[in-house]
Nanobody, 128 residues
Framework: QLQLVESGGGLVQPGGSLRLSCAAS????????IGWFRQAPGKEREQVSC??????????KYAISVKGRFTISRDVAKNTIYLQMNSLKPEDTAVYYC???????????????????WGQGTQVTVSS
């Protein structure tokens, strides 16, 4: 059974850092692009980053709102994707989700409807 499990969320002060994990089971990330998304209360879910499949090089993309602050990466041995979040702001507060799309062309896409498999989410709260 294909499953994604997020972890690493929590409460952090503005300017702080968190590292989110997205552990995949039941499938290998060799053939899947992974996206990170977030949804704040009362707002639509938005994508913040993505990384292409391991087999196609691991190219990355970022939303303008997080570029330079967030870094997406992978640990092949652990079949896990990370989202390192630095210089956090109160507006980064949201539930963060990872999602997977089978894609081996060396790209990853922005767009909620592109992704087929979703994790349950992890809460990130940035507050003093």
């Amino acid at each position: 059974q294909l499953q994604l499990v997020e972890s690493g969320g929590g409460l952090v002060q503005p300017g702080g850092s968190l590292r989110l994990s997205c552990a995949a089971s039941g499938f290998t990330l060799d053939y899947y692009a992974i996206g990170w998304f977030r949804q704040a209360p009362g707002k639509e879910r938005e994508q913040v980053s993505c990384i292409s499949s391991t087999s196609s090089g691991g190219s990355t993309k970022y939303a303008i709102s997080v570029k330079g602050r967030f870094t997406i990466s992978r640990d092949v041995a652990k079949n896990t994707i990370y989202l390192q979040m630095n210089s956090l702001k109160p507006e980064d507060t949201a539930v963060y989700y990872c999602a997977a799309e089978w894609r081996v062309d060396g790209t990853c896409r922005f767009g909620i409807n592109q992704y087929n498999y979703w994790g349950q989410g992890t809460q990130v709260t940035v507050s003093s």
